[in-house]
């Protein structure tokens, strides 16, 4: 079953305060606008497989993880 936005936006910035990182330092490393990162926490809007994958890399963790599965 497919996680909705909310959720997986919760694991991201679970995840991403466990690694001691700000929005605008994965933001920069993503190259994006941090205001599109914190929408992604917050379930605003879709993220891509890529960006996912991105994601994945500088949390160090895997797809599944960050997904909560």
Known sequence: MLK???E???NIK???KQKGMTQLQI???MNIHR???TYYEIGK???SAVK???LCEILDTDPNTLLGF
């Open 27 to 29: 933001a920069e490393k």
């Open 45 to 47: 809007c879709d993220i």
């Open 4 to 6: 909705n936005k909310k």
């Open 14 to 16: 679970k995840i991403r």
């Open 35 to 37: 205001s599109t990162y």
């Open 8 to 10: 997986i936006g919760r």
């Open 52 to 54: 996912i994958l991105a």
